[in-house]
């Protein structure tokens, strides 16, 4: 910090997934190349603690095979951005979100730039840079990025972790998934072009999903720890989790009331939202939700809104449950993704 008058902080969303690890690690990478400020540091930030990243399955898998150890990585409790902020010296960009936690709302006036493909919940006037685009990976932003840039910053081993996160996130490019776009297929062929001796898209997708959905031996609490994320008004915090296993399979785990109400309150979270997603053979996801909360209100504003939801509409059929305080649905709509249904929950609040 006292070599530099500028730290220079990417960082992408507290879910931590492969694609907000490599957006934020491909980002820096492209910014500390290409950057003409000399006493700047550009530091990729991992938004979750380091103990956390054992959970993040497939981006362990993916750093590992492409030779990048865990020890070269700054996780958000090994860096002290409200320090930096306060001394002066932060500049942070987002990747792969837009609105920042209430815990971090110090910091939004360090934002100097986003990068995002989720529909925008808030305005950033100048002289933030802003590109928001309806992409099925954040990871094909930073590539049109890094390729618009000077000719041989993008090198094989970024080429390699940029590749398998547009695969991993737009389900092997399928149009039956609904999330990919052209704009994400024509960044993949520019990749393949770039470096043709990229492992096959059939094996890179195989083995990433392979390594996503590997929820063995994980108690419920570390699933849902795998891939969440919090909204919340000024009264109730409430935490959306990711879980990759079928929602019937998950309901059936032995005490899972009991730790649905320990993971809450150890957290102080007034509910939880449960996204499960499992994928057939010609990857089409099906899609569950569960909604638990011990505050029947607080449930029945959540379950009311992801019902009455019509932008987009869910299409929910509730499904028999077997604990109290849980209500369970099919999700009729299956390309309704989490990153669909987190503005109408926090609508919702």
């Given at each position: 910090?006292?070599?530099?008058?500028?730290?220079?902080?990417?960082?992408?969303?507290?879910?931590?997934?492969?694609?907000?690890?490599?957006?934020?690690?491909?980002?820096?990478?492209?910014?500390?190349?290409t950057?003409?400020?000399?006493?700047?540091?550009?530091?990729?930030?991992?938004?979750?603690?380091?103990?956390?990243?054992?959970?993040?399955?497939?981006?362990?898998?993916?750093?590992?095979?492409?030779?990048?150890?865990?020890?070269?990585?700054?996780?958000?409790?090994?860096?002290?951005l409200?320090g930096?902020?306060?001394?002066?010296?932060?500049?942070l960009?987002?990747?792969?979100?837009?609105?920042?936690?209430?815990?971090?709302?110090?910091?939004?006036?360090?934002?100097?730039?986003?990068?995002d493909?989720?529909?925008l919940?808030?305005?950033?006037?100048?002289?933030?840079?802003v590109?928001?685009?309806?992409?099925?990976?954040?990871?094909?932003?930073?590539?049109?990025?890094?390729?618009?840039?000077?000719?041989?910053?993008?090198?094989?081993?970024?080429?390699?972790?940029?590749?398998?996160?547009?695969?991993?996130?737009?389900?092997?490019?399928?149009?039956?998934?609904?999330?990919?776009?052209?704009?994400?297929?024509?960044?993949?062929?520019?990749?393949?072009?770039?470096f043709?001796?990229?492992?096959?898209?059939?094996?890179?997708?195989?083995?990433?999903?392979?390594?996503k959905?590997d929820?063995?031996?994980?108690?419920t609490?570390?699933?849902?720890?795998?891939?969440?994320?919090?909204?919340?008004?000024?009264?109730?915090v409430?935490?959306?989790?990711?879980?990759?296993?079928?929602?019937?399979?998950?309901?059936?785990?032995?005490?899972?009331?009991q730790?649905?109400?320990?993971?809450?309150?150890?957290?102080?979270?007034?509910g939880?939202?449960?996204?499960?997603?499992?994928f057939n053979?010609?990857?089409?996801?099906?899609?569950?939700?569960?909604?638990?909360?011990?505050?029947?209100?607080?449930?029945?504003?959540?379950?009311?809104a992801?019902?009455?939801?019509?932008?987009?509409?869910l299409?929910?059929?509730?499904?028999?449950?077997p604990?109290?305080?849980?209500?369970?649905?099919?999700?009729?709509?299956?390309?309704?993704?989490?990153?669909?249904?987190?503005?109408?929950?926090?609508?919702?609040?």
């Open positions: 910090i006292q070599q530099h008058q500028e730290i220079h902080v990417v960082m992408g969303n507290e879910a931590c997934d492969l694609d907000s690890t490599v957006s934020a690690l491909a980002l820096a990478y492209f910014l500390a190349q950057s003409p400020a000399p006493k700047a540091a550009f530091v990729p930030v991992l938004n979750i603690p380091r103990a956390d990243f054992a959970l993040r399955t497939e981006t362990t898998f993916l750093l590992r095979d492409r030779g990048i150890p865990a020890a070269a990585l700054v996780f958000r409790d090994e860096i002290d409200g930096l902020h306060h001394a002066g010296l932060l500049s960009t987002l990747v792969d979100h837009h609105v920042l936690p209430g815990a971090d709302a110090a910091l939004e006036e360090a934002v100097v730039e986003v990068l493909h989720r529909p919940e808030r305005e950033r006037g100048p002289p933030c840079q590109t928001v685009e309806p992409v099925g990976s954040c990871a094909t932003l930073v590539t049109e990025r890094i390729l618009q840039g000077p000719p041989g910053v993008l090198d094989r081993t970024t080429a390699a972790l940029l590749h398998g996160t547009i695969l991993l996130d737009c389900i092997n490019l399928s149009p039956a998934a609904g999330k990919v776009t052209p704009r994400d297929v024509a960044c993949v062929s520019l990749l393949e072009e770039r043709p001796e990229l492992p096959a898209r059939d094996a890179v997708f195989g083995a990433l999903q392979a390594a959905f929820v063995t031996g994980l108690t609490e570390q699933m849902l720890r795998k891939d969440l994320k919090v909204f919340s008004n000024d009264e109730v409430v935490a959306i989790s990711g879980v990759f296993e079928d929602l019937e399979t998950f309901l059936l785990r032995p005490g899972l009331l730790d649905l109400e320990a993971f809450c309150q150890a957290r102080g979270y007034a939880l939202v449960a996204m499960t997603v499992s053979q010609n990857h089409e996801p099906t899609r569950k939700i569960a909604v638990y909360s011990a505050q029947e209100p607080l449930r029945s504003t959540l379950c009311r992801l019902e009455e939801a019509t932008t987009p509409s299409l929910l059929r509730p499904l028999p449950c604990w109290p305080g849980v209500a369970a649905y099919a999700q009729g709509n299956a390309v309704a993704t989490r990153k669909k249904v987190l503005p109408i929950l926090r609508a919702s609040l």
